[in-house]
């Protein structure tokens, strides 16, 4: 693998000088940026880098590929913590439906939504979910994302549900990106258990999580707790299991209700909690006191015209912060972290550092990468992203809808 060396970077941001815990509360408005910068790159790893004042003389020419990044921003790729990029149908006609007046609740208890589209799924073939799944791979990487988690749970059923970790598998084998994969059984009822839904929560617990943890085919394990969804009771059985199986907790709580699904992940040790768009005084206290990353998904709620999570508060309360996409067919068709950003800042007030460090290291750490992804350190992985010629980090959340990437170098 030749050496690369970029040269005259206007500004080199995501500097960490080591390697680190996820950043929480204050720690998260300190973005470090060299002016004037170079990196070299080892074999995929950062191996040095520093002001172009200090490069004479350190670099080893031979054998090395130059990029000239005058104008330009390097800074660590994206790392989205929360996607369900493995589905089979776009779901558009929800979306007029949801227009017209009815809820995403709604349309769900109706039997669209999840249901919909594991209907769509279980026909699909595994190698048409494998290349549309790529061709969404390909899209995120162009707006600057790195690295991914991608959930199953478009299955809700033993063999859908174990073709979709296989597609991630997959996935995970043909891409360049790196790839986590969560095991997301319990993301809704199929209706032949509708009236007894505690037997599906014993096909996950007995038919499913055994030959998942068998095959190695999952890293973590999710449950989405919400009203005419799983139950705190149920969350609870269904991560004990996860936990005795090796996977630690990435959980769906609080998107419509606060149920006390935070503290019951945080009990199982999740490594984070996600979408918190309802969040009460015991949920902030039980995050304070835990080592789990709480995780917005700012697109969700702009695309479901739902409350944005109170990060501010969450910060205030020296919480570690992450941001993602959640990428999927139904509440957030869009992979694109910039616009996770915008909306970070813009209705969530945080400012474009805060928000970048939620979307690159604490993103890494809401996927356990953060020793290797995420930052600017050297011996990390030199997964990074060359942004076009702009004026300053700022922008990237400021102008909103444009796409600053030029370029996404991944190792
Ligand atoms: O995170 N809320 C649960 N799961 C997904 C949406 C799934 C879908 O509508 O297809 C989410 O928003
Ligand atoms: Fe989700």
């Known amino acids: 693998m030749a050496n690369i060396l970029i040269k005259n970077i206007k500004g080199l941001g995501g500097i960490l000088k080591e390697n680190n815990t996820p950043l929480r509360g204050k720690e998260m408005a300190n973005f470090d940026t060299i002016s004037d910068a170079f990196l070299a790159i080892e074999d995929g790893e950062i191996s040095m880098y520093g002001p172009m004042s200090e490069l004479a003389g350190v670099i080893d020419w031979n054998n090395l590929e130059v990029i000239d990044a005058e104008g330009k921003y390097v800074l660590p790729a994206f790392c989205d913590s929360h996607t369900h990029i493995v589905f089979a149908k776009t779901r558009e006609d929800e979306f007029v439906d949801r227009i017209k007046g009815l ?9 669209g939504g999840i249901l919909n589209s594991a209907r769509k799924l279980a026909d699909m ?18 707006h600057g994302t790195g690295a991914v988690e991608i959930k199953s749970g478009y299955g809700l059923s033993v063999a859908a549900e174990l073709k ?5 598998k997959t996935l995970k084998a043909q891409s360049d990106l790196t790839i986590k994969a969560t095991f997301l059984g319990a993301h809704a009822f199929p209706m032949e258990y509708k009236e007894n839904q505690d037997a599906y929560v014993d096909l996950v617990i007995n038919e499913m999580l055994p030959i998942i943890a068998e095959e190695n085919l999952a890293d973590y394990i999710d449950v989405f707790c919400e009203r005419n969804y799983f139950t705190p009771e149920q969350l609870d059985r269904i991560l004990a299991a996860g936990v005795a199986a090796g996977l630690k907790p990435k ?12 503290g019951i992940g945080v009990k199982h040790g999740a490594v984070s909690v996600d979408h918190l768009e309802e969040l009460d005084d015991n949920d902030i206290n039980e995050l304070k006191n835990s080592k789990t990353i709480a995780t917005a998904l700012p ?12 990060v501010l508060k969450m910060l205030e309360n020296d919480i570690a912060v992450a941001l993602a996409t959640d990428y999927n067919p139904g509440s957030t068709p869009s992979g694109n972290m910039q616009f996770v950003n915008s909306l970070a800042c813009v209705k969530m007030r945080m400012t474009p550092n805060q928000a970048l460090n939620a979307t690159t290291i604490n993103g890494a750490h809401a996927m356990e990468m953060g020793s290797e992804l995420g930052s600017i350190t050297v011996g990390k992985k030199a997964n990074i992203i060359i942004t076009k010629e702009i004026p300053s980090l700022d922008y990237i ?9 030029e370029q996404t170098l991944l190792f």
Request: aromatic share 10%; proline share 6%; glycine share 8%.
């Open 103 to 111: 809820s995403y609740e709604e349309i769900g208890k109706k039997g």
């Open 125 to 142: 073939p595994e190698e048409e979910l494998v290349a549309d799944a790529m061709k969404r791979l390909a899209l995120i990487k162009a």
């Open 164 to 168: 979709m970790l296989r597609v991630i």
């Open 251 to 262: 959980i769906h709580v609080n998107q419509f209700s606060v149920l006390g699904g935070v």
């Open 299 to 310: 697109s969700c709620s702009f695309f479901l015209n739902i409350p944005y999570s109170p």
């Open 397 to 405: 959340p400021y102008s909103f809808g444009e796409n600053v990437v």
